[in-house]
T-cell receptor
């Protein structure tokens, strides 16, 4: 399967701990996106990379959140000093399109539970 | 303030009949409206989109209608099949500020197609 891969699928942590999620996009896709989805809501945009450059960040991405895509391939999303409000599904998506049409390939997500 | 409203949290339809999912929006500054489908434990999957300059787009059993004067979008599925049972999200691409990654999603409508 050459779809978007996310790891881990589920993470349970205690408040105050740091967590890191990894995303492997579809191999030829140069654009990578992170979204967050909470219960009963649609996904919300967090940040976007083109190759290794982080081109856009949402105001939802507080100082405790950091995303990287060091070699333009996989990406990591780290949350420091987790809070219970961080509990959500973190979705990664990728795209090959040069123009922004909204068509994304999403992974299955990484579910974070902060106790 | 919700920019994209899906006022029906759920919809139940008989197999073979038409499913109509609706979406209302407030912001007129968009390039594309899209529909995504989501099965449990999977990420959203792109279904169909429509450009802001069109009022209809068709792809097999799926047709999306855009009424810009009413700020209303609808997705028609004909005929509905049990495999269409999923949560459907409408979303639009933000085009102000040069955004190239921000999709604004609604909260979703859960469609159940009964055999």
């Amino acid at each position: 399967d050459t779809g978007v891969s996310q790891d881990p699928r589920h993470k349970i942590t205690k408040r105050g701990q740091n967590v890191t999620f990894r995303c492997d996009p579809i191999s030829e896709h140069n654009r990578l996106y992170w979204y967050r989805q909470t219960l009963g809501q649609g996904p919300e945009f967090l940040t976007y990379f083109q190759n290794e450059a982080q081109l856009e960040k949402s105001r939802l991405l507080s100082d405790r959140f950091s995303a990287e895509r060091p070699k333009g391939s996989f990406s990591t999303l780290e949350i420091q000093r987790t809070e219970q409000g961080d509990s959500a599904m973190y979705l990664c998506a990728s795209s090959l399109r040069r123009d922004w049409t909204g068509e994304l390939f999403f992974g299955e997500g990484s579910r974070l539970t902060v106790l | 303030d919700q920019q994209v409203k899906q006022n029906s949290p759920s919809l139940s339809v008989q197999e073979g009949r038409i499913s109509i999912l609706n979406c209302d929006y407030t912001n007129s500054m968009f390039d594309y409206f899209l529909w995504y489908k989501k099965y449990p434990a999977e990420g959203p999957t792109f279904l169909i989109s429509i450009s802001s300059i069109k009022d209809k787009n068709e792809d097999g059993r799926f047709t999306v209608f855009l009424n810009k004067s009413a700020k209303h979008l609808s997705l028609h599925i004909v005929p509905s099949q049990p495999g269409d049972s999923a949560v459907y999200f409408c979303a639009y691409t933000v085009n102000y500020g040069g955004s190239q990654g921000n999709l604004i999603f609604g909260k979703g409508t859960k469609l159940s197609v009964k055999p």
